[in-house]
Every structure is written in C-alpha cells, then in structure tokens.
C-alpha cells in the first residue's frame, strides 16, 4: 500500500509564492517517479512537474522559470517551489507516484491553491 500525504495549499495574490509538500511512504521501491498535477475547474487533470529517483525532472511549459520541484530521497519527500503566482494557476494539486517496477501509479487527495487579489 502505498501513502502520500500532501501539504502545503493555501491562497496567495498574484506575483506571491507557495511551496507544496509530499511524503511518501509504503511500498514505492527505490526507483520512481514523483510529482504534481492540477486541476482546474472544467478542466483535465494535467502535468505540472515531475523528478525522478535518478534526478530528471520534467515542467510544464507554463510553469517553467516560475516552479521548482526537489526531492529527498533519503525521506521519500518531495517539494515544488512555486513563485510568481499567477490567478491562472489556480487549482488542486494532486500529488502523483509512480512505481516504475511495477508501472503503477498512485495520487494523493489533493490540495488547493488560489491565487487572486
């Protein structure tokens, strides 16, 4: 079974920064990836970042220069560093997992982030 705690959402005025947390934790293996989809409303659930145990990382174009994703691997824990916000990125995050021994993929609840004035 696998766990992924998020935290970290919030609400912020444009040009403002947010940082979004997430632990792991069960059987995710020693090589995975690990990461951040949003969803707006009416809209898909789509990419924002993602890294992987072996350090690659992969942004949206929208977020590119604006976010940030770490992670530590000795903790299974994952940071995205977003500054610059802006109203458009309004929506809730979900944290995302995948188990590459197995191909499976895991989301956590999700968490809002509001961006407005």
């Known amino acids: 079974q696998v766990q992924l705690v998020e935290s970290g959402g919030g609400s912020v005025q444009p040009g403002g920064s947010l940082r979004l947390s997430c632990a792991a934790s069960?059987?995710?293996?020693?090589?995975?990836?690990i990461g951040w989809y949003r969803q707006a409303p009416g809209q898909q659930r789509a990419l924002v970042a993602t890294?992987?145990?072996?350090?690659?990382?992969n942004y949206a174009d929208s977020v590119k220069g604006r976010f940030t994703i770490s992670r530590d691997g000795a903790k299974n824990t994952m940071d995205l560093q977003m500054n610059s916000l802006k109203p458009e990125d309004t929506a809730v995050y979900f944290c995302?997992?995948?188990?590459?021994?197995?191909?499976?993929?895991?989301w956590g609840p999700g968490t809002q982030v509001t961006v407005s004035s």
């Open positions: 069960g059987s995710i293996g020693s090589v995975y990836a």
């Open positions: 995302y997992l995948l188990v590459t021994s197995t191909w499976t993929e895991h």
């Open positions: 890294i992987t145990t072996g350090g690659t990382t």
